[in-house]
């Protein structure tokens, strides 16, 4: 049970909550502020860009790889990881249809081999004869 | 809500770790996430292929899982009885889970269709390789489930497919909530906002911005808990819930300037116009069967995004099981009581026979 005191301060919560839940709802909602933030941010994002290009500059300067460079030789070991497992899978598939094949070739030669047999036969019984 | 000398030490102590994100694996351990054993099957840079479970035996077509991109995947195995994932077992289903890692910079020039044409496909052939099995029931959760879509529409991939099970997935982002609304207002230039990142763009820069797609919820968040505190079981998906919510995932450059420009501001998916692996795809030609679950109180997107499905061709045939629930965008499957209700739907399609996959009713 509350007592008239923590009542009041639950009342007093319970409003703090909606007003601000409302206020926020309404804000987020304003096309104008989520421009003035979108520009703001953007701005801001701007000015790391060129700063970090600065930085860059300067490692080169140093003779030292900058960051830009680093990540472009992963893109490079990731490109070449990708080509790599592209081609154990085609040379998978490859075996894969090796192996597949000799079966489909087995095939028609056991029935030659079948098919030839009553021949040899008869040129046999002939050659004892 | 309690007066100040009843606050329990354990909720003072679980607000704090909630307000400064102190969370450690320990805590994952207390709390028992992640319940469903998982056995590395691939791996390829960040991304890693999971056999979910110790028995395989299935009579159905495998279930390949694509998780969204902005979280983690354990949301589908948060808890427990809290799990998707540990339900389809139940099921008698052979699941597989890709887990998408940590993206490094040196992915950074890969989008969508490299994720689709290329790794979702590599996925799809080492589960069918494992399974031997010769389709593959594909699901999909929020971004992941564009992915899936992206992936069923297809002309050369889609032939991989048995099944679609999209769950939250957007479809159509023109108006589709507030997110859709920020990226169409003026001044919103993701070349701009993105100009000053190599390879990756932070999760803290576009998550900064997720509590505000629903501010009411997220002032109540605590009060809930007090309130709710003694109530068995609360607290503990409460606090999974926090722990999942604040793991967040960086997102490569590419990939986040297409969901943005592409995706949210062309709306190219949508129209047909989007490119994977050098083909259209136009999810209005997908025609195997679909189960689409939509939360009703999705903060995220809108149902419109979702109920765009309705105009693929296997809608018109009768294919589609559509279900709106009256939950949130998580919450349909990992804490709402009616969960329960997601999960009985997600079996009875996932091994429903194939003969009575046609004329499937919509609700």
């Given at each position: 049970?509350?007592?008239?005191?923590?009542?009041?301060?639950?009342?007093?919560?319970e409003?703090?909550e909606?007003?601000?839940?409302?206020?926020?709802?309404?804000?987020?909602?304003?096309?104008?502020?989520?421009?003035?933030?979108?520009?703001?941010?953007?701005?801001?994002?701007?000015?790391?860009?060129?700063?970090?290009?600065?930085?860059?500059?300067?490692m080169?300067a140093?003779?030292?790889?900058?960051?830009?460079?680093?990540?472009?030789?992963?893109?490079?070991?990731?490109?070449i990881?990708?080509?790599?497992?592209?081609?154990?899978?085609?040379?998978?598939?490859?075996?894969?249809?090796?192996q597949?094949?000799p079966?489909?070739?087995?095939?028609?030669?056991?029935?030659?081999?079948?098919?030839?047999?009553?021949?040899?036969?008869?040129?046999?019984?002939?050659?004892?004869? | 809500?309690?007066?100040?000398?009843e606050?329990?030490?354990?909720?003072?102590?679980?607000?704090?770790?909630?307000?400064?994100?102190?969370?450690?694996?320990?805590?994952?351990?207390?709390?028992?996430?992640?319940?469903?054993?998982?056995?590395?099957?691939?791996?390829?840079?960040?991304?890693?292929?999971?056999?979910?479970?110790?028995?395989?035996?299935?009579?159905?077509?495998?279930?390949?899982?694509?998780?969204?991109?902005?979280?983690?995947?354990?949301?589908?195995d948060?808890?427990?009885?809290?799990?998707?994932?540990?339900?389809?077992?139940?099921?008698?289903?052979?699941?597989?889970?890709?887990?998408?890692?940590?993206?490094?910079?040196?992915?950074?020039?890969?989008?969508?269709?490299?994720?689709?044409?290329?790794?979702?496909?590599?996925?799809?052939?080492?589960?069918?390789?494992?399974?031997?099995?010769?389709?593959?029931?594909?699901a999909?959760?929020?971004?992941?489930?564009?992915?899936?879509?992206?992936?069923?529409?297809?002309?050369?991939?889609?032939?991989?497919?048995?099944?679609?099970?999209?769950?939250?997935?957007?479809?159509?982002?023109?108006?589709?909530?507030?997110?859709?609304?920020?990226?169409?207002?003026?001044?919103?230039?993701?070349?701009?906002?993105?100009?000053?990142?190599?390879?990756?763009?932070?999760?803290?820069?576009?998550?900064?911005?997720?509590?505000?797609?629903?501010?009411?919820?997220?002032?109540?968040?605590?009060?809930?808990?007090?309130?709710?505190?003694?109530?068995?079981?609360?607290?503990?998906?409460?606090?999974?819930?926090?722990?999942?919510?604040?793991?967040?995932?960086?997102?490569?450059?590419?990939?986040?300037?297409?969901?943005?420009?592409t995706?949210?501001?062309?709306?190219?998916?949508?129209?047909?116009?989007?490119?994977?692996?050098?083909?259209?795809?136009?999810?209005?030609?997908?025609?195997?069967?679909?189960?689409?679950?939509?939360?009703?109180?999705?903060?995220?997107?809108?149902?419109?995004?979702?109920?765009?499905?309705?105009?693929?061709?296997?809608?018109?045939?009768?294919?589609?099981?559509?279900?709106?629930?009256?939950?949130?965008?998580?919450s349909?499957?990992?804490?709402?009581?009616?969960?329960?209700?997601?999960?009985?739907?997600?079996?009875?399609?996932?091994?429903?026979?194939?003969?009575?996959?046609?004329?499937?009713?919509?609700?």
């Amino acid at each position: 049970m509350f007592t008239m005191g923590e009542d009041i301060m639950k009342q007093w919560a319970e409003n703090w909550e909606k007003l601000m839940g409302d206020h926020l709802e309404k804000l987020v909602h304003n096309e104008k502020f989520i421009s003035e933030m979108s520009k703001s941010i953007a701005a801001t994002m701007t000015g790391k860009a060129f700063y970090s290009k600065a930085l860059d500059e300067q490692m080169a300067a140093m003779n030292l790889p900058s960051r830009t460079e680093i990540v472009k030789i992963l893109q490079k070991l990731t490109d070449i990881e990708e080509r790599l497992i592209d081609l154990t899978e085609r040379f998978e598939d490859y075996v894969d249809a090796q192996q597949a094949k000799p079966a489909v070739k087995a095939a028609p030669a056991a029935e030659k081999q079948e098919a030839a047999a009553p021949a040899r036969d008869a040129k046999a019984r002939k050659q004892k004869k | 809500m309690k007066a100040t000398q009843e606050i329990p030490e354990a909720y003072r102590e679980m607000l704090s770790r909630s307000v400064t994100k102190s969370y450690t694996e320990s805590d994952r351990h207390r709390l028992g996430m992640e319940p469903t054993p998982k056995v590395q099957v691939f791996r390829q840079g960040c991304w890693t292929l999971y056999r979910c479970g110790t028995e395989f035996a299935s009579d159905y077509d495998p279930v390949l899982i694509i998780p969204s991109l902005i979280n983690r995947n354990y949301i589908l195995d948060l808890l427990p009885g809290h799990s998707l994932i540990e339900q389809m077992k139940l099921a008698g289903l052979d699941v597989f889970l890709i887990d998408w890692g940590d993206p490094d910079a040196g992915m950074g020039n890969y989008g969508f269709d490299q994720y689709v044409s290329k790794w979702v496909k590599r996925a799809v052939r080492q589960v069918k390789k494992i399974t031997g099995k010769a389709r593959v029931q594909l699901a999909g959760q929020c971004i992941g489930g564009m992915m899936a879509t992206m992936y069923a529409a297809h002309p050369d991939l889609r032939e991989d497919l048995s099944t679609l099970f999209l769950l939250t997935a957007p479809l159509d982002l023109a108006d589709s909530g507030l997110l859709a609304q920020w990226t169409a207002t003026e001044g919103f230039d993701v070349d701009k906002l993105t100009a000053a990142f190599q390879g990756l763009v932070p999760a803290h820069f576009f998550h900064a911005s997720f509590p505000l797609l629903d501010p009411k919820n997220q002032l109540a968040k605590y009060r809930r808990l007090l309130e709710n505190f003694e109530m068995p079981g609360f607290k503990e998906i409460w606090e999974a819930l926090d722990i999942w919510g604040s793991d967040n995932v960086d997102f490569t450059k590419q990939a986040y300037t297409e969901l943005i420009s592409t995706l949210y501001q062309e709306n190219a998916f949508y129209k047909g116009e989007y490119m994977v692996g050098g083909r259209k795809v136009d999810f209005k030609d997908i025609d195997v069967p679909i189960l689409s679950l939509v939360a009703r109180d999705d903060h995220v997107f809108t149902e419109k995004a979702a109920f765009a499905i309705h105009e693929c061709k296997a809608a018109k045939k009768g294919r589609l099981d559509y279900h709106v629930i009256p939950a949130g965008h998580v919450s349909l499957i990992a804490a709402h009581p009616v969960r329960v209700h997601t999960y009985t739907l997600v079996r009875e399609f996932l091994t429903r026979p194939e003969q009575l996959r046609t004329g499937a009713k919509k609700k």
